[in-house]
């Protein structure tokens, strides 16, 4: 036994391994951090860090007091609530994507390939037609991710077995008939009121965010993350093959539907405030994967740090790179798409060189 | 122990298990032969509980030890994570493993010689080094039957015998009730107690092994004739081979 005990001691290398992996943690944190000091401060009115601090500050001392300065009403009632939108939807998409390629053993997965996004396109659409907002709006949003998601369940079934293949193929068949619905709804609704609301929704933007809305969309965004990051350990189970999760005690089948509804939970949150914001969870788990591998106990939790520091970044870039602001999906597909290009090519590379 | 008792498994007009009754307890090995399509598997699925039977009954602990055929995965872990995940069963849907189950995941590694490679990536190892990690995992899981699915088919004669002699080694320690599944019937002879063979048709043989490796019993087995050698090995102890008549050259 004692020469197994002295090879359990740790060795140099694990140590190494150790530290760089530490020095990952800290680095994200402290890029989180400066992006989220880069959103409160820059803009078509720019505020200084020291100041920004100090508003923040006096804010959390007394959250009651009144805001008279311009610069105190500008952070604390459109910064700060945009930023931690951004933030918390950021760190909730990018988990998504990443338990989502997980559980599927497939790095190409994402909220969109199981429908979710497109069923919750069309029901925030409904809600825009109808005229509602709010948590109306959030609970009809949720409401159509799931229903997308139970449909692409009950299709995907076949003789009380679902196999991956055909969830990712009755989620493409979903998703093209409720985006086909969203555009019915576009085209009957009218041009002088509904339809531009829409279609600038559809675009994705933090622009009209408020503590209210805020409010509305962060308590669904933490407790799916929060469970996904208590499920980090399983999901490493989970992206095995079926036959090895069961013989490890996992009832692969039940839990990926416990995944697959906190990302819809995600999903119908983030979208009810902010419309299709895509890219998120396919760019981010990717570039954390070549930092901290691939197991899910690192890559969830980097992952979420990455995503939001990403998102508040593309948000910022969204509202101040021109005069009149871009819709933030459409940046975070025009960035994603060539970056997510540029990982998959490496990430097969790398793998044919193994 | 784990036992299957008159389990028949059918796929709509076709019975793939028929009544079949097997039963290996702690401390014994048994080796299922068949050809090619001839149910092996599907035998194994079944006690495993991963094949939900026609008919019949089927006991087992809660967790079997399962050696996949090749690895599942498609990710890149390091073989001491591969390792840990073995303890699954005991952690739960939300848990995550703490520094003795590295600890066990570790202990395990040692016992099949492959403690250097912990930190080394799963994917980089060699097919017969990677089924020696998951052998470490199914020992991980702590269950006290171990069921193999083909563990030498893939592998070169070194690490055949590498993989043989530890499966020895597990064998004689006598905590363990083994199955596995082999086209080598020398694999049967170095690593097993009991034989089942899965005659082609519906019938199966089951019995000690050398009662039931017999060239008569694997002409019928495999179709192809075969002659088994008695050699004495070198503490005087008879070790049996079998020939297959290949190419048309029979053994006389």
Sequence with gaps: ?354 | MISLEKASVRFGPRTVLDQLSVKVEVGQSLAILGPNGRGKTTALRAMLGFQPLSGGTRTAPEIVGYVPQAAGINQRYSVLDVVVMGRAARLGLFGQPQAADFDAAREVLAEVGLLHFAEAMFDRLSGGERQLVLLARALATGSNVLVLDEPAAALDLKNQERLLSLLGKIRAKGDKAIIFTTHDPNHAFAAADDALLMLPGAAVLSGPVHETITAKHLEALYGVSMRLVDMPGPNGDMHRAVLPAFAGKVAA
């Design chain 1, 1 to 354: 036994m004692t020469s197994i005990d002295n090879q359990l001691a740790g060795t140099p290398r694990q140590l190494g391994i150790v530290s760089r992996h530490a020095a990952i943690y800290i680095g994200a944190m402290l890029l989180l951090l400066a992006m989220i000091f880069a959103g409160m401060c820059l803009g078509r009115y720019s505020v200084d860090v020291p100041r920004a601090m100090q508003i923040i500050w006096l804010s959390i001392l007394d959250p009651a007091r009144p805001l008279d300065a311009i610069d105190e009403r500008i952070i604390i009632l459109v910064r700060v609530p945009r930023v931690l939108l951004a933030a918390f939807a950021g760190a909730a998409l990018a988990a998504s994507g990443a338990a989502l390629q997980g559980v599927f053993r497939n790095p190409l997965v994402s909220p969109q390939v199981l429908g979710i996004s497109q069923g919750a396109a069309f029901g925030g659409a409904i809600a825009i037609l109808l005229g509602v907002w709010g948590l109306p709006l959030l609970a009809i949003v949720f409401f159509c991710g799931l229903a997308a998601l139970a449909l692409v369940g009950f299709l995907a079934r076949i003789d009380g077995r679902t196999e991956i293949v055909t969830v990712i193929l009755s989620g493409m068949i979903v998703g093209a008939m409720f985006s086909a619905l969203v555009s019915l709804i576009q085209f009957l609704a009218d041009p002088n009121g509904p339809l531009p609301a829409i279609v600038y929704w559809l675009m994705g933007s933090f622009a009209s965010t408020t503590w209210e809305r805020a409010a509305i969309a962060v308590p669904g965004l933490v407790i799916g993350m929060v469970f996904l990051w208590a499920m980090r350990f399983r999901l490493n189970i989970l992206s095995l093959d079926e036959a090895e999760a069961r013989s490890l005690g996992a009832k692969p089948e039940l839990e990926r539907w416990l995944i697959f509804a906190l990302v819809a939970l995600i999903v119908g949150s983030q979208v009810a405030v902010s419309g299709i914001v895509g890219w998120i969870g396919l760019v981010i788990p990717h570039a954390t994967r070549l930092l901290v591998g691939h197991d899910h106990r690192r890559l969830l939790p980097v992952s979420m740090l990455l995503g939001a520091a990403y998102l508040v970044a593309v948000d910022t870039i969204a509202r101040t790179a021109t005069s009149a602001e871009i819709p933030l999906g459409v940046l975070t597909a025009l960035v994603g798409a060539p970056v997510f290009a540029m990982l998959l090519r490496h990430h097969y590379r790398e793998r044919n060189a193994a």
